[in-house]
């Protein structure tokens, strides 16, 4: 078995290592059949991850701990779900689903564009090949999941932390988010290695960075949920250099995929977009390399080993490689037009755009200043929440304002009378929102009734944009006000699947706001009896209750919550699990939803003591569901945003009928 | 030789063969030469875009327009342009076509 796994990534490598230096000969020399082989190159190389990843995927239902890696993440009585999702609970099978997700992506973007981008498809294969090599030279030589041993009788078992149902769909959601933004990189530089730097990259890759960027942004809320009920110290972000290594390219492909919009509409931003593209990629290889090289300390950093100094140096060449290209390629990257007003919609992407960006490197600067203080003073100094929060206000809350101020704003340029008209209802409604919430006692956290007022503003301006939209729609002709609010979506999936994602947005804001600015902490030690008092809500501790699953001993101290009229209105159960096979104890919290207002009371048995107490902590977090809910409607945005739609499909094969044509 | 090893090998024979189809397929192609858009191509897809890119503006003026977004004197200094800027792609999108088909020769 092990011996098909290392034999099929060999062939990995040595297909993607082909399609690497064919590709390059065929795209130099033009030579059409050596194109195409490289092409097949990359779906063969898929074909032999597939192969690869079964092998481990087997050996883990098999128990197998004649591999290695299987002995140190899972053991027999490990959940069956568990054992499979140790393929990625563990650097070598992670690099594999890396590698088995770029060759999936990398085929289906060959399969997908390899009709209407022949020319830009035979630079962009190499550029895919050479990602894929790496990752196969790694698996290969230094990093494999199928080394091999003399069977122990059982495994080490899973880090008990990763033994949650979220670890089925994070892990993956991330990778496909991260791998995703390989191929506009591949794409951009295919243009700019093929001097096509029309709009057919842009065209060919829309849906995909779409799709990494909903992926990645899907992943990132699952951690912290996973964070929220898993790692039990009552957070869902923590700015852990590993969470930032998944918001950071996050936040450069968001700015991508604003200032695209520009390029698309104004020929502008051409060179810009290039140098976003480039940072999403590297960046989401540094948050490989952050995860799996134990660079910087971390609770993400399962596995620390040698793989970093390959990463940085896969990082420097990509950084270099793309720097000079875009550079030797710069007079064909230059504007079509230039901007006409500082108030349009055009201008309110570019500030959106350069917040995001001072707000990515900010959080790049906090995540390398340890490695960075260590190389210059020797000495090894973190930069702590403050520093994340101080730069989270300065650009997050500006950038939250943009995006009820950005729908409203006309392309072009935008005149006083018009802006005064257009901005009416938003302010008015956020005026009288953020005064009620001063009045009612909300300003003990300016930033708080700043964002919830800025929230509204938001929310004001899309209401408004979705009302004056169908009723202009609704004017032209006979349809229903239903049907025209359909058509009005349906005709501008883009625009209106965006405004959905900044709704998404916004309830993110509120419930971050809600649940930090405003949230109760309580803590005592309670004997079976003692009570506790938080928010106007009474906890009794009533005792211990204990369990035993094949793989761990339950532990559980009983709390009843009671409103503040004395009604009962939950029993609460936080407590401790101790894994037996991986000798560690984890902390379980409890959390009881009030579905009206989205608060959370969210219990903590920090400490369960020898003499039948409990020291038990509670916080009482508002709106903090909010954020959970805003995943569906970013999730809800994002379909819209990615659902083909057939006029505009019409179009772009007219456009590019000739360019296109089949050889 | 272990039976991972024997399909390990069968694995890389099919990804050789898959990899080698295009040669198989065609053993002596007439041209081999890659396809890409010529400058003629290249300036009519320039076109194409541009021409594209001002009727979308124009769909959006007058969708901003309906909607308050845009105020009359703004659409009235706006929307000169971009006719004349969507014709003038749409005349020499026109041009080009006619010139490409005068160049076909005809084979009737």
């Not at chain 1, 030589?141 to 899973?158: C, E, I, K, N, R």
């Not at chain 1, 890759?205 to 996973?226: E, I, K, S």
């Not at chain 1, 004056?468 to 049907?483: F, H, Q, S, V, Y």
């Not at chain 2, 295009?22 to 081999?32: G, K, L, Q, S, T």
């Amino acid at each position: 078995m092990a011996d098909l796994g290392r034999a099929a990534l060999v062939t990995a490598l040595g297909l993607l290592a082909y399609a690497t230096v064919a590709g390059t000969f065929a795209a130099w020399k033009r030579r059409r059949r050596l194109a195409a082989s490289a092409q097949n190159a990359l779906l063969a190389a898929f074909g032999a991850a597939v192969a690869a990843s079964a092998v481990l995927l087997i050996a883990l239902a098999r128990h197998d701990f004649s591999f290695t890696y299987v002995s140190q993440h899972t053991s027999k009585a490990l959940p069956l779900g568990y054992t499979l999702t140790a393929f990625w609970g563990g650097q070598e099978g992670s690099l594999l689903l890396w590698l088995l997700v770029l060759c999936a992506y990398g085929a289906s973007a060959v399969l997908w564009t390899r009709r209407i981008a022949r020319d830009l498809l035979a630079w962009t294969v190499p550029v895919l090949g050479f990602v894929g090599s790496f990752f196969a030279f790694m698996l290969v030589f230094v990093s494999s999941p199928f080394a091999t041993q003399a069977a122990p009788a059982d495994g080490a078992g899973l880090n008990p932390s990763l033994q949650n149902p979220y670890m089925a769909i994070h892990p993956p959601m991330l990778y496909l988010g991260y791998v995703g933004l390989t191929i506009p990189f591949a794409f951009a530089m295919g243009a700019l290695l093929s001097r096509r730097t029309d709009e057919r990259w842009i065209v060919a890759t829309r849906r995909w960075t779409l799709a990494a960027w909903t992926f990645l942004g899907v992943g990132q809320l699952l951690g912290a949920h996973w964070a929220y009920v898993e790692i039990g110290w009552g957070g869902y972000y923590a700015w852990d250099p590993v969470e930032n290594a998944a918001l950071m390219p996050w936040l450069a492909a968001t700015a991508y995929l604003h200032s695209v919009m520009i390029q698309e509409k104004r020929g502008m931003l051409r060179v810009w977009n290039m140098v976003l593209v480039a940072l999403a990629f590297c960046l989401s290889i540094f948050g490989t390399f952050l995860t799996r090289s134990g660079v910087i300390q971390s609770i993400h950093s399962f596995a620390e080993s040698p793989l970093g100094g390959w990463f940085l140096a896969f990082i420097c060449i990509v950084v270099v490689a793309s720097t000079v290209l875009i550079i030797l390629r710069l007079p064909l990257l230059r504007a079509k037009t230039r901007l006409e007003s500082l108030v349009s919609r055009e201008a309110t992407f570019l500030y959106n755009n350069l917040l995001l960006v001072a707000l990515c490197l900010t959080i790049l600067w906090g995540v390398i200043y340890p490695i960075v203080s260590q190389l210059v003073r020797g000495e090894t100094s973190t930069v702590s929440k403050p520093y994340y929060n101080f730069f989270l206000h300065s650009f997050g809350l500006p950038l939250l304002l943009l995006m009820g101020i950005g729908p409203l704003v006309a392309w072009r340029r935008a005149s006083p009378r018009a802006l005064g008209k257009t901005f009416l209802w938003p302010i008015a409604a956020a005026l009288v929102v953020g005064a009620a919430l001063l009045a009612g006692g909300a300003g003990s956290s300016r930033v708080g009734v700043i964002a919830y007022t800025f929230s509204v503003f938001v929310l004001a301006s899309i209401v408004l944009e979705f009302t004056r939209g169908t009723r202009a729609r609704k004017a032209l002709g006979t349809e229903t006000w239903p049907g025209a609010f359909a058509s009005l979506i349906a005709r501008n999936r883009r625009r209106y699947g965006g405004y959905v994602v900044h709704a998404a947005v916004v309830l993110l804001a509120i419930g971050v706001a809600g649940s930090s600015a405003y949230q109760t902490v309580r803590e005592r030690r309670l004997g079976p009896g003692d009570s506790l008092r938080v928010a106007g809500n009474v906890y009794v501790f009533r005792g211990f209750v204990t369990r035993r699953e094949p793989n761990h001993q339950e532990i559980r101290a009983v709390v009843d919550e009671y409103d503040s009229h004395g009604h009962k209105v939950a029993r609460l159960a936080p407590g401790k699990n101790r894994y037996f096979r991986e000798q560690q104890v984890s902390n379980e919290v409890s959390i009881r939803h009030d579905w009206l207002t989205g608060a959370n009371s969210y219990l903590i048995a920090d400490q369960i003591n020898a003499n039948g107490t409990v020291d038990l902590k509670v916080l009482q977090k508002p709106l903090v569901d909010l954020i959970w809910l805003a995943g569906f409607v970013f999730v809800a945005g994002s379909l819209i945003t990615l659902w083909p739609d057939a006029r505009e499909e019409r179009r772009l094969v007219e456009r590019y009928a000739g360019a296109f044509a089949e050889a | 030789m272990t039976a991972g090893l024997v399909i390990g090998a069968v694995i890389a024979i099919i990804a050789a063969v898959l990899v080698a189809l295009p040669f198989i397929r065609e053993p002596a192609p007439v041209d081999d030469r890659l396809d890409a858009p010529d400058e003629l191509e290249r300036r009519r897809l320039a076109l194409a875009e541009e021409r594209d890119r001002a009727l979308a503006a124009l769909k959006e003026l007058e969708f901003d327009h309906r909607t308050g977004k845009v105020s009359d004197e703004d659409y009235r200094a706006l929307v000169g342009p971009l006719r004349r800027r969507a014709a003038e792609t749409l005349r020499a999108l026109e041009l080009r076509a006619e010139a490409t088909s005068s160049r076909i020769p005809s084979h009737g």
